[in-house]
Protein backbone atom coordinates (compact mmCIF):
# COMPACT_ATOMS: atom_id res chain seq x y z
CA UNK A 1 0.00 0.00 0.00
CA UNK A 2 1.23 3.23 -0.95
CA UNK A 3 2.26 6.22 1.42
CA UNK A 4 -1.19 8.28 -0.08
CA UNK A 5 -3.36 5.47 0.15
CA UNK A 6 -1.82 4.53 4.11
CA UNK A 7 -2.70 8.08 5.34
CA UNK A 8 -6.11 8.67 3.69
CA UNK A 9 -8.47 7.31 6.35
CA UNK A 10 -11.17 6.11 3.19
CA UNK A 11 -10.59 5.59 -0.32
CA UNK A 12 -13.26 4.86 -2.81
CA UNK A 13 -11.34 2.94 -5.92
CA UNK A 14 -14.31 2.58 -8.61
CA UNK A 15 -13.87 -0.53 -10.68
CA UNK A 16 -15.60 -0.40 -14.02
CA UNK A 17 -16.67 -4.38 -15.59
CA UNK A 18 -17.09 -2.98 -19.30
CA UNK A 19 -18.67 -4.99 -22.00
CA UNK A 20 -19.85 -7.92 -19.66
CA UNK A 21 -23.23 -8.98 -22.14
CA UNK A 22 -25.63 -11.50 -22.68
CA UNK A 23 -25.85 -13.46 -25.77
CA UNK A 24 -24.31 -9.83 -26.73
CA UNK A 25 -27.74 -8.14 -25.73
CA UNK A 26 -27.03 -6.80 -22.46
CA UNK A 27 -25.58 -3.44 -21.70
CA UNK A 28 -22.58 -2.60 -19.56
CA UNK A 29 -22.99 -3.02 -16.00
CA UNK A 30 -20.68 -1.46 -12.93
CA UNK A 31 -19.96 -3.11 -9.43
CA UNK A 32 -18.16 -0.54 -6.80
CA UNK A 33 -16.02 -1.81 -4.77
CA UNK A 34 -15.42 0.38 -1.72
CA UNK A 35 -12.54 -0.03 0.14
CA UNK A 36 -11.71 0.95 3.69
CA UNK A 37 -8.65 1.75 6.09
CA UNK A 38 -8.56 3.47 9.63
CA UNK A 39 -4.03 3.17 9.23
CA UNK A 40 -0.98 2.28 7.83
CA UNK A 41 -0.61 -0.78 9.31
CA UNK A 42 -4.32 -2.45 9.15
CA UNK A 43 -5.29 -4.03 6.14
CA UNK A 44 -8.00 -2.86 3.84
CA UNK A 45 -11.62 -4.18 4.32
CA UNK A 46 -13.60 -4.34 1.58
CA UNK A 47 -17.83 -3.38 1.25
CA UNK A 48 -19.12 -4.66 -2.40
CA UNK A 49 -21.91 -2.31 -3.38
CA UNK A 50 -24.82 -3.32 -4.75
CA UNK A 51 -25.00 -4.98 -8.56
CA UNK A 52 -27.01 -2.96 -10.68
CA UNK A 53 -28.02 -3.61 -14.16
CA UNK A 54 -29.64 -0.96 -16.73
CA UNK A 55 -31.31 -3.69 -18.76
CA UNK A 56 -32.96 -7.21 -18.07
CA UNK A 57 -31.43 -10.31 -20.15
CA UNK A 58 -33.69 -11.94 -22.64
CA UNK A 59 -35.05 -15.55 -20.98
CA UNK A 60 -33.20 -18.27 -21.30
CA UNK A 61 -34.40 -21.01 -24.27
CA UNK A 62 -32.83 -24.16 -25.31
CA UNK A 63 -33.71 -23.23 -29.03
CA UNK A 64 -30.16 -21.02 -28.46
CA UNK A 65 -28.53 -24.02 -27.83
CA UNK A 66 -29.44 -26.65 -30.43
CA UNK A 67 -27.00 -25.80 -32.63
CA UNK A 68 -24.71 -30.22 -32.12
CA UNK A 69 -21.06 -29.92 -31.80
CA UNK A 70 -18.12 -32.24 -31.07
CA UNK A 71 -15.10 -31.58 -28.75
CA UNK A 72 -12.37 -33.56 -30.59
CA UNK A 73 -9.73 -36.29 -29.61
CA UNK A 74 -6.55 -35.67 -29.11
CA UNK A 75 -4.25 -37.23 -31.79
CA UNK A 76 -2.35 -39.06 -29.19
CA UNK A 77 -5.66 -40.76 -27.97
CA UNK A 78 -6.97 -41.92 -31.22
CA UNK A 79 -3.08 -43.19 -31.56
CA UNK A 80 -3.42 -45.27 -28.91
CA UNK A 81 -4.96 -49.13 -29.56
CA UNK A 82 -4.44 -51.97 -27.57
CA UNK A 83 -4.57 -55.39 -30.01
CA UNK A 84 -5.35 -57.76 -27.14
CA UNK A 85 -8.91 -55.68 -26.17
CA UNK A 86 -9.54 -55.39 -30.05
CA UNK A 87 -9.29 -59.89 -30.27
CA UNK A 88 -10.39 -61.00 -27.11
CA UNK A 89 -13.29 -58.30 -26.23
CA UNK A 90 -15.86 -59.35 -28.85
CA UNK A 91 -15.18 -63.00 -27.60
CA UNK A 92 -15.61 -62.31 -23.81
CA UNK A 93 -18.64 -59.84 -24.67
CA UNK A 94 -20.87 -62.64 -24.34
CA UNK A 95 -19.34 -64.77 -21.61
CA UNK A 96 -20.55 -65.98 -18.34
CA UNK A 97 -19.10 -66.45 -15.39
CA UNK A 98 -21.41 -68.00 -13.54
CA UNK A 99 -21.71 -72.07 -14.16
CA UNK A 100 -25.25 -72.01 -12.55
CA UNK A 101 -25.76 -69.20 -15.16
CA UNK A 102 -24.81 -70.91 -17.93
CA UNK A 103 -26.57 -74.29 -16.81
CA UNK A 104 -23.80 -76.34 -16.95
CA UNK A 105 -22.17 -75.41 -13.18
CA UNK A 106 -18.67 -74.39 -14.86
CA UNK A 107 -17.73 -71.32 -13.00
CA UNK A 108 -15.43 -69.38 -15.38
CA UNK A 109 -11.87 -70.05 -14.75
CA UNK A 110 -9.33 -67.49 -16.28
CA UNK A 111 -5.81 -68.59 -17.23
CA UNK A 112 -5.43 -65.11 -18.90
CA UNK A 113 -4.58 -62.28 -16.42
CA UNK A 114 -1.37 -61.86 -15.82
CA UNK A 115 -2.00 -60.63 -11.88
CA UNK A 116 -0.23 -63.12 -9.03
CA UNK A 117 -2.64 -62.55 -6.74
CA UNK A 118 -5.98 -63.09 -8.74
CA UNK A 119 -6.67 -66.23 -6.78
CA UNK A 120 -5.40 -65.03 -3.31
CA UNK A 121 -3.54 -67.82 -2.70
CA UNK A 122 -0.18 -66.89 -1.96
CA UNK A 123 0.18 -63.88 0.88
CA UNK A 124 2.05 -60.99 0.45
CA UNK A 125 5.25 -60.38 1.54
CA UNK A 126 5.45 -60.05 5.82
CA UNK A 127 8.56 -57.48 5.59
CA UNK A 128 5.84 -55.31 2.91
CA UNK A 129 2.98 -55.39 5.65
CA UNK A 130 5.24 -54.30 8.39
CA UNK A 131 6.90 -51.73 6.57
CA UNK A 132 3.52 -50.10 5.66
CA UNK A 133 2.49 -50.71 9.13
CA UNK A 134 5.61 -48.72 10.47
CA UNK A 135 5.05 -46.03 8.07
CA UNK A 136 1.19 -45.28 8.93
CA UNK A 137 2.28 -45.68 12.95
CA UNK A 138 5.03 -42.70 12.29
CA UNK A 139 4.06 -39.00 12.76
CA UNK A 140 3.78 -37.94 9.39
CA UNK A 141 2.44 -41.24 7.91
CA UNK A 142 4.32 -40.98 4.65
CA UNK A 143 1.94 -38.27 3.70
CA UNK A 144 4.02 -35.58 2.17
CA UNK A 145 4.80 -35.01 -1.79
CA UNK A 146 8.34 -36.67 -2.83
CA UNK A 147 10.39 -36.01 -5.19
CA UNK A 148 9.02 -36.74 -8.38
CA UNK A 149 11.73 -39.13 -9.00
CA UNK A 150 11.14 -40.73 -6.10
CA UNK A 151 12.56 -40.57 -2.20
CA UNK A 152 16.07 -40.48 -2.09
CA UNK A 153 15.83 -43.88 0.45
CA UNK A 154 13.85 -45.72 -2.64
CA UNK A 155 16.13 -44.42 -5.06
CA UNK A 156 19.41 -45.25 -2.58
CA UNK A 157 17.87 -48.89 -2.64
CA UNK A 158 17.08 -49.42 -6.01
CA UNK A 159 20.55 -48.11 -6.93
CA UNK A 160 21.90 -50.94 -4.72
CA UNK A 161 19.98 -53.72 -6.20
CA UNK A 162 21.06 -52.81 -9.52
CA UNK A 163 24.51 -52.20 -8.81
CA UNK A 164 25.86 -50.15 -11.40
CA UNK A 165 23.63 -47.21 -11.31
CA UNK A 166 24.01 -44.26 -8.63
CA UNK A 167 20.28 -42.86 -7.30
CA UNK A 168 20.78 -40.09 -9.51
CA UNK A 169 20.31 -42.53 -12.28
CA UNK A 170 16.94 -43.75 -10.88
CA UNK A 171 13.64 -42.75 -11.58
CA UNK A 172 10.40 -44.26 -9.43
CA UNK A 173 7.35 -44.55 -11.75
CA UNK A 174 3.94 -45.24 -11.34
CA UNK A 175 4.06 -49.35 -11.98
CA UNK A 176 6.56 -50.82 -14.79
CA UNK A 177 4.14 -49.90 -17.42
CA UNK A 178 4.22 -46.01 -16.03
CA UNK A 179 8.49 -46.55 -16.08
CA UNK A 180 8.28 -47.91 -19.96
CA UNK A 181 6.05 -44.99 -20.59
CA UNK A 182 8.65 -42.55 -18.59
CA UNK A 183 11.38 -44.20 -21.04
CA UNK A 184 9.54 -44.35 -24.10
CA UNK A 185 8.57 -40.95 -24.18
CA UNK A 186 12.54 -39.50 -23.51
CA UNK A 187 13.41 -41.57 -26.13
CA UNK A 188 10.95 -41.41 -28.91
CA UNK A 189 9.79 -38.88 -31.29
CA UNK A 190 6.82 -39.04 -33.67
CA UNK A 191 8.32 -40.81 -37.13
CA UNK A 192 10.88 -42.43 -35.22
CA UNK A 193 11.11 -46.43 -34.82
CA UNK A 194 11.70 -48.76 -31.86
CA UNK A 195 12.44 -52.45 -31.79
CA UNK A 196 10.30 -55.02 -30.14
CA UNK A 197 9.94 -59.00 -30.08
CA UNK A 198 7.07 -60.96 -31.67
CA UNK A 199 5.93 -62.33 -29.52
CA UNK A 200 5.67 -59.73 -27.45
CA UNK A 201 3.59 -57.75 -24.40
CA UNK A 202 1.40 -55.35 -27.02
CA UNK A 203 2.59 -52.51 -24.43
CA UNK A 204 5.54 -51.54 -25.96
CA UNK A 205 3.78 -51.16 -29.68
CA UNK A 206 0.79 -49.17 -27.37
CA UNK A 207 3.12 -46.52 -26.30
CA UNK A 208 5.73 -46.11 -29.35
CA UNK A 209 2.24 -45.44 -31.52
CA UNK A 210 0.45 -43.47 -29.15
CA UNK A 211 3.41 -40.62 -29.37
CA UNK A 212 3.13 -41.13 -33.42
CA UNK A 213 6.36 -43.03 -33.49
CA UNK A 214 6.73 -47.04 -34.95
CA UNK A 215 7.91 -50.14 -34.18
CA UNK A 216 9.67 -53.16 -36.33
CA UNK A 217 9.67 -56.57 -34.99
CA UNK A 218 12.34 -58.71 -34.19
CA UNK A 219 11.40 -62.71 -34.10
CA UNK A 220 11.57 -64.93 -30.93
CA UNK A 221 12.06 -68.61 -31.96
CA UNK A 222 9.78 -71.13 -30.12
CA UNK A 223 12.27 -74.04 -31.18
CA UNK A 224 15.09 -72.24 -29.64
CA UNK A 225 13.48 -71.40 -26.26
CA UNK A 226 12.25 -68.24 -27.44
CA UNK A 227 15.37 -66.56 -27.95
CA UNK A 228 15.98 -63.67 -29.92
CA UNK A 229 16.72 -64.10 -33.21
CA UNK A 230 19.91 -62.32 -33.94
CA UNK A 231 19.86 -62.75 -37.61
CA UNK A 232 16.50 -61.50 -38.02
CA UNK A 233 17.35 -58.26 -35.44
CA UNK A 234 20.41 -57.47 -37.71
CA UNK A 235 18.85 -57.39 -40.46
CA UNK A 236 15.96 -54.76 -39.52
CA UNK A 237 18.95 -52.60 -38.21
CA UNK A 238 20.66 -52.79 -40.93
CA UNK A 239 17.63 -52.63 -43.18
CA UNK A 240 17.30 -49.14 -40.66
CA UNK A 241 20.68 -48.47 -41.27
CA UNK A 242 20.72 -48.28 -45.36
CA UNK A 243 17.25 -46.22 -44.85
CA UNK A 244 18.84 -43.80 -43.09
CA UNK A 245 21.81 -42.89 -45.06
CA UNK A 246 19.95 -43.33 -48.61
CA UNK A 247 20.30 -39.83 -48.99
CA UNK A 248 15.89 -39.20 -49.25
CA UNK A 249 16.07 -36.59 -45.91
CA UNK A 250 14.12 -39.50 -43.95
CA UNK A 251 16.23 -39.16 -40.91
CA UNK A 252 13.39 -39.39 -38.99
CA UNK A 253 12.82 -43.12 -39.54
CA UNK A 254 15.67 -43.50 -37.14
CA UNK A 255 15.65 -47.01 -34.30
CA UNK A 256 15.77 -44.78 -31.20
CA UNK A 257 15.84 -48.72 -29.04
CA UNK A 258 15.38 -52.43 -28.90
CA UNK A 259 13.44 -53.37 -26.33
CA UNK A 260 14.00 -56.70 -24.77
CA UNK A 261 12.06 -58.35 -22.32
CA UNK A 262 13.69 -60.70 -19.89
CA UNK A 263 11.95 -63.00 -18.01
CA UNK A 264 9.69 -62.56 -20.73
CA UNK A 265 5.95 -62.00 -20.94
CA UNK A 266 4.26 -64.24 -23.19
CA UNK A 267 7.19 -66.69 -23.35
CA UNK A 268 7.69 -67.33 -20.19
CA UNK A 269 11.86 -67.12 -21.89
CA UNK A 270 14.95 -66.48 -19.77
CA UNK A 271 17.70 -65.42 -21.61
CA UNK A 272 21.61 -67.00 -21.21
CA UNK A 273 24.33 -64.78 -20.24
CA UNK A 274 25.44 -65.62 -23.73
CA UNK A 275 22.91 -64.59 -25.41
CA UNK A 276 22.40 -61.40 -23.95
CA UNK A 277 26.14 -60.39 -24.51
CA UNK A 278 25.40 -61.20 -28.09
CA UNK A 279 22.61 -58.68 -28.10
CA UNK A 280 24.71 -55.93 -26.09
CA UNK A 281 27.45 -56.11 -28.80
CA UNK A 282 24.83 -56.37 -31.87
CA UNK A 283 23.18 -53.10 -30.20
CA UNK A 284 26.45 -51.31 -30.14
CA UNK A 285 27.70 -52.12 -32.97
CA UNK A 286 24.32 -50.06 -34.32
CA UNK A 287 24.38 -47.79 -31.73
CA UNK A 288 20.73 -48.27 -30.58
CA UNK A 289 20.42 -48.17 -27.04
CA UNK A 290 18.96 -50.91 -24.97
CA UNK A 291 15.44 -50.76 -23.13
CA UNK A 292 15.34 -53.95 -20.53
CA UNK A 293 11.98 -54.61 -19.73
CA UNK A 294 13.05 -56.89 -16.40
CA UNK A 295 9.92 -56.55 -14.20
CA UNK A 296 9.66 -60.37 -13.50
CA UNK A 297 13.38 -60.33 -12.31
CA UNK A 298 14.46 -63.54 -10.48
CA UNK A 299 11.10 -65.21 -10.98
CA UNK A 300 12.85 -68.05 -12.64
CA UNK A 301 12.42 -71.85 -12.91
CA UNK A 302 14.29 -75.30 -12.84
CA UNK A 303 17.12 -73.45 -11.59
CA UNK A 304 17.47 -71.03 -14.71
CA UNK A 305 19.48 -68.18 -13.56
CA UNK A 306 18.47 -64.34 -14.54
CA UNK A 307 21.27 -61.89 -15.69
CA UNK A 308 19.95 -58.58 -15.63
CA UNK A 309 21.23 -57.15 -19.31
CA UNK A 310 23.31 -53.44 -17.23
CA UNK A 311 25.56 -56.00 -15.08
CA UNK A 312 26.38 -57.75 -18.57
CA UNK A 313 27.04 -54.86 -20.14
CA UNK A 314 29.02 -53.77 -17.89
CA UNK A 315 31.38 -56.64 -18.00
CA UNK A 316 32.31 -56.35 -21.62
CA UNK A 317 32.80 -52.68 -20.90
CA UNK A 318 29.77 -50.65 -21.00
CA UNK A 319 29.96 -50.59 -24.56
CA UNK A 320 26.06 -49.94 -25.20
CA UNK A 321 23.47 -47.83 -23.09
CA UNK A 322 20.56 -49.73 -20.86
CA UNK A 323 17.52 -48.18 -19.88
CA UNK A 324 16.54 -50.74 -17.10
CA UNK A 325 12.56 -50.83 -16.25
CA UNK A 326 11.33 -53.02 -13.48
CA UNK A 327 9.53 -52.85 -10.68
CA UNK A 328 8.35 -54.91 -7.25
CA UNK A 329 4.76 -55.49 -8.10
CA UNK A 330 5.23 -59.31 -9.68
CA UNK A 331 8.02 -60.28 -7.68
CA UNK A 332 6.67 -59.50 -4.21
CA UNK A 333 3.16 -59.72 -5.53
CA UNK A 334 1.69 -56.18 -4.84
CA UNK A 335 0.89 -55.06 -8.47
CA UNK A 336 -2.01 -53.10 -7.46
CA UNK A 337 0.36 -50.62 -5.52
CA UNK A 338 2.18 -49.57 -9.18
CA UNK A 339 5.48 -49.63 -7.94
CA UNK A 340 8.25 -49.88 -10.56
CA UNK A 341 11.13 -47.71 -11.87
CA UNK A 342 13.68 -47.11 -14.79
CA UNK A 343 17.65 -46.66 -14.05
CA UNK A 344 19.81 -45.05 -16.66
CA UNK A 345 23.00 -47.44 -17.42
CA UNK A 346 25.03 -45.16 -19.35
CA UNK A 347 27.98 -46.14 -22.14
CA UNK A 348 31.33 -44.90 -21.35
CA UNK A 349 30.93 -42.47 -23.71
CA UNK A 350 27.54 -41.13 -21.75
CA UNK A 351 25.48 -41.74 -24.91
CA UNK A 352 22.17 -41.34 -23.12
CA UNK A 353 22.94 -38.19 -20.41
CA UNK A 354 20.16 -36.17 -22.67
CA UNK A 355 17.69 -38.75 -22.47
CA UNK A 356 18.16 -39.08 -19.05
CA UNK A 357 17.54 -35.40 -18.21
CA UNK A 358 14.51 -35.66 -20.29
CA UNK A 359 13.02 -38.15 -18.46
CA UNK A 360 13.84 -36.79 -15.00
CA UNK A 361 11.73 -33.47 -16.48
CA UNK A 362 8.60 -35.70 -17.58
CA UNK A 363 8.66 -37.10 -14.18
CA UNK A 364 7.99 -33.73 -13.08
CA UNK A 365 4.39 -34.28 -14.74
CA UNK A 366 3.07 -37.28 -12.34
CA UNK A 367 5.01 -36.92 -9.30
CA UNK A 368 5.87 -40.29 -8.97
CA UNK A 369 4.61 -43.48 -7.08
CA UNK A 370 2.92 -43.12 -4.05
CA UNK A 371 4.60 -41.79 -0.82
CA UNK A 372 3.52 -44.76 1.40
CA UNK A 373 4.13 -47.34 -1.24
CA UNK A 374 7.88 -46.71 -1.98
CA UNK A 375 8.67 -47.30 1.61
CA UNK A 376 8.42 -50.66 0.83
CA UNK A 377 11.27 -50.73 -1.91
CA UNK A 378 13.93 -49.80 1.01
CA UNK A 379 12.63 -52.39 2.62
CA UNK A 380 12.32 -55.22 0.41
CA UNK A 381 15.59 -54.49 -1.49
CA UNK A 382 18.13 -53.21 1.51
CA UNK A 383 16.52 -54.36 4.77
CA UNK A 384 17.73 -52.46 7.66
CA UNK A 385 17.44 -55.63 10.22
CA UNK A 386 18.37 -59.27 10.34
CA UNK A 387 14.38 -60.18 10.76
CA UNK A 388 13.50 -58.36 7.17
CA UNK A 389 15.77 -59.80 5.95
CA UNK A 390 15.64 -63.32 6.73
CA UNK A 391 11.45 -62.73 6.64
CA UNK A 392 12.14 -61.58 3.01
CA UNK A 393 14.29 -64.17 1.94
CA UNK A 394 12.44 -67.07 3.07
CA UNK A 395 8.74 -66.10 1.60
CA UNK A 396 10.87 -65.76 -1.56
CA UNK A 397 11.94 -68.90 -1.62
CA UNK A 398 8.36 -70.22 -0.68
CA UNK A 399 7.05 -68.00 -3.62
CA UNK A 400 9.16 -70.08 -6.24
CA UNK A 401 8.70 -73.06 -4.63
CA UNK A 402 4.88 -72.84 -5.29
CA UNK A 403 4.85 -71.17 -8.60
CA UNK A 404 7.31 -73.98 -9.94
CA UNK A 405 5.14 -76.87 -8.46
CA UNK A 406 2.15 -74.93 -10.11
CA UNK A 407 3.76 -74.32 -13.21
CA UNK A 408 5.07 -77.93 -13.84
CA UNK A 409 1.51 -79.04 -12.88
CA UNK A 410 -0.22 -77.23 -15.90
CA UNK A 411 2.54 -77.45 -17.95
CA UNK A 412 2.61 -82.04 -17.22
CA UNK A 413 -1.71 -81.68 -17.64
CA UNK A 414 -1.67 -79.43 -20.80
CA UNK A 415 0.51 -81.88 -22.28
CA UNK A 416 -1.48 -84.95 -21.92
CA UNK A 417 -4.50 -82.91 -23.74
CA UNK A 418 -4.85 -84.44 -27.55
CA UNK A 419 -3.33 -81.80 -29.84
CA UNK A 420 -1.40 -79.28 -27.60
CA UNK A 421 2.42 -78.94 -26.84
CA UNK A 422 3.66 -76.67 -24.30
CA UNK A 423 6.86 -74.98 -24.66
CA UNK A 424 8.49 -75.27 -21.19
CA UNK A 425 8.71 -72.06 -19.49
CA UNK A 426 11.97 -70.94 -17.78
CA UNK A 427 10.68 -68.33 -15.72
CA UNK A 428 8.02 -65.21 -15.01
CA UNK A 429 4.37 -66.42 -14.68
CA UNK A 430 3.70 -67.58 -18.37
CA UNK A 431 3.75 -70.62 -20.66
CA UNK A 432 3.20 -71.19 -24.29
CA UNK A 433 1.07 -73.47 -25.81
CA UNK A 434 1.38 -74.81 -29.43
CA UNK A 435 -2.23 -75.81 -30.88
CA UNK A 436 -2.06 -78.54 -33.83
CA UNK A 437 -4.39 -77.31 -35.59
CA UNK A 438 -4.72 -80.57 -37.79
CA UNK A 439 -5.41 -82.73 -34.98
CA UNK A 440 -9.02 -81.28 -34.52
CA UNK A 441 -12.18 -80.94 -36.61
CA UNK A 442 -12.64 -78.00 -38.88
CA UNK A 443 -14.41 -75.88 -35.84
CA UNK A 444 -10.72 -74.96 -35.19
CA UNK A 445 -9.01 -73.26 -37.60
CA UNK A 446 -6.50 -70.96 -35.27
CA UNK A 447 -5.99 -70.09 -32.26
CA UNK A 448 -8.73 -67.08 -32.03
CA UNK A 449 -11.06 -70.24 -32.96
CA UNK A 450 -9.72 -72.32 -30.28
CA UNK A 451 -9.87 -69.47 -27.40
CA UNK A 452 -13.86 -68.57 -28.53
CA UNK A 453 -14.84 -72.20 -28.45
CA UNK A 454 -12.96 -72.80 -25.12
CA UNK A 455 -14.87 -70.25 -23.48
CA UNK A 456 -18.29 -71.13 -25.11
CA UNK A 457 -17.61 -74.82 -24.27
CA UNK A 458 -15.41 -75.23 -21.07
CA UNK A 459 -15.60 -71.31 -19.82
CA UNK A 460 -12.09 -71.02 -19.86
CA UNK A 461 -10.17 -68.00 -20.87
CA UNK A 462 -6.51 -68.44 -22.24
CA UNK A 463 -5.03 -65.86 -24.50
CA UNK A 464 -4.81 -66.54 -28.14
CA UNK A 465 -0.77 -66.07 -29.53
CA UNK A 466 -2.43 -63.35 -31.48
CA UNK A 467 -2.71 -61.17 -29.18
CA UNK A 468 0.85 -61.08 -28.64
CA UNK A 469 1.53 -60.43 -32.47
CA UNK A 470 2.50 -64.18 -33.52
CA UNK A 471 3.60 -64.62 -36.88
CA UNK A 472 1.25 -67.17 -38.88
CA UNK A 473 4.30 -68.88 -39.68
CA UNK A 474 5.40 -70.01 -36.34
CA UNK A 475 1.78 -71.67 -36.05
CA UNK A 476 -1.10 -71.27 -33.67
CA UNK A 477 -0.43 -71.22 -29.68
CA UNK A 478 -2.07 -69.60 -26.45
CA UNK A 479 -0.64 -67.92 -23.42
CA UNK A 480 -1.18 -69.46 -20.20
CA UNK A 481 -0.91 -68.23 -16.63
CA UNK A 482 -0.28 -71.01 -14.03
CA UNK A 483 -0.02 -68.66 -10.40
CA UNK A 484 -3.97 -70.31 -10.02
CA UNK A 485 -4.41 -72.76 -6.90
CA UNK A 486 -3.41 -76.14 -8.10
CA UNK A 487 -7.06 -77.30 -7.38
CA UNK A 488 -8.25 -74.92 -10.14
CA UNK A 489 -5.55 -75.86 -12.60
CA UNK A 490 -6.59 -79.20 -12.27
CA UNK A 491 -9.96 -78.34 -12.42
CA UNK A 492 -9.38 -75.83 -16.03
CA UNK A 493 -7.08 -78.95 -17.01
CA UNK A 494 -9.34 -81.54 -16.93
CA UNK A 495 -11.62 -79.48 -18.83
CA UNK A 496 -9.58 -78.69 -21.79
CA UNK A 497 -8.69 -82.54 -22.06
CA UNK A 498 -12.23 -83.18 -22.42
CA UNK A 499 -12.88 -80.10 -24.96
CA UNK A 500 -10.06 -81.42 -26.89
CA UNK A 501 -11.19 -84.76 -27.33
CA UNK A 502 -14.28 -83.47 -27.76
CA UNK A 503 -13.12 -81.67 -31.57
CA UNK A 504 -10.38 -84.25 -31.75
CA UNK A 505 -10.50 -85.21 -35.32
CA UNK A 506 -11.64 -88.45 -36.65
CA UNK A 507 -10.07 -90.75 -38.79
Same mark, same amino acid.
Given at each position: ????????????? @?????????????????????????????????? =??? *????????????????????????????????????????????????????????? @??????????? =????????????????? *????????????????????????????????????????????????????????????????? $???????????????????????????????????????????????????????????????????????????????????????????????? !???????? &? $?????????????????????? &???????????????????????????????? @?????????????????????????????????????????????????????????????????????? =????? &????? /?????????? $??????????????? !??? /?????????? /??????????????????? +???? +???????
Amino acid at each position: MTNDVASSDTVAI @QVEIASLSIMNETKPRSDTIVTSTTSASSSPSID =YAP *LTSTSTPPPFSLEDYEDSWVAPASQKSLRTFNPIRSIVDPIMATSIKCGKERGDGKD @QISLALGDPTA =YGNIPPCPTIVNAVTRA *LHSPNMAAGYVNACGTPEARAAIAKYHSTSSAEDVIVANGASGALELALTALLDEGSILLVPRPG $FPLYEVIAQSHGASVLHYDVLPNQGWECDLDHMESVLNESRECTNSGDGNNDKIIRGILINNPSNPTGAVYSKEHLTQIARLAARYRVPIVSDEIY !GDMTLGGR &I $FYPMADIVAEIGSIVPVITASG &IGKQYLIPGWRLGWICFHDSHHGAIQEVKKGA @QRLAQVILGASHLAQVVIPAVLNPSTEGDRLATTSWKKQLHEMIQNQASLLCSLLNDCHGLEVIQPQGAM =YAMVK &INVDM /FDDTITDDVS $FMGLLLEEENIVVLP !GKA /FGMKDSFGDF /FRVVFCAPEDIIQSAAKRM +LCFC +LRHKLSN
